[in-house]
């Protein structure tokens, strides 16, 4: 199975950047999709950002156009590129990863990196 590590988390002022990765313990070309949710007590996880195997991207739209996902194949790193941060995005960030392992489809999790907006 995948092992997902999540780095990069901390506090922002509003208006602020930060870069999200996730290192996964196998090649990302062979993960079908990876993509950045988020949570904040009392909601459900969300969405924020997702890429494919061949490269496809989609994004909540709340974070179009201020997020950007990316990938680095030789590393099987997964980023989340945030900008003009808002304290909406305040929330713990998982990265998550949708394989097929020994044939069947299997997700993992990463362990969260907490972002906070706030001046």
């Known amino acids: 199975q995948v092992q997902l590590v999540e780095s990069g988390g901390g506090l922002v002022q509003p208006g602020g950047s930060l870069r999200l990765a996730c290192a996964a313990s196998?090649?990302?070309?062979?993960?079908?999709?990876m993509g950045w949710y988020r949570q904040t007590p009392g909601k459900q996880r969300e969405l924020v950002a997702a890429?494919?195997?061949?490269?496809?991207?989609n994004y909540a739209d709340s974070v179009k156009g201020r997020f950007t996902i990316s990938r680095d194949i030789a590393k099987n790193t997964v980023y989340l590129h945030m900008n003009s941060l808002k304290p909406e995005d305040t929330a713990v960030y998982y990265c998550?990863?949708?394989?097929?392992?020994?044939?069947?489809?299997?997700?993992?999790w990463g362990q969260g990196t907490q972002v906070t907006v706030s001046s």
């Open positions: 998550k990863a949708e394989y097929y392992f020994r044939g069947a489809p299997y997700d993992s």
């Open positions: 196998r090649n990302i070309f062979t993960i079908n999709a």
């Open positions: 890429i494919t195997s061949i490269g496809t991207t």
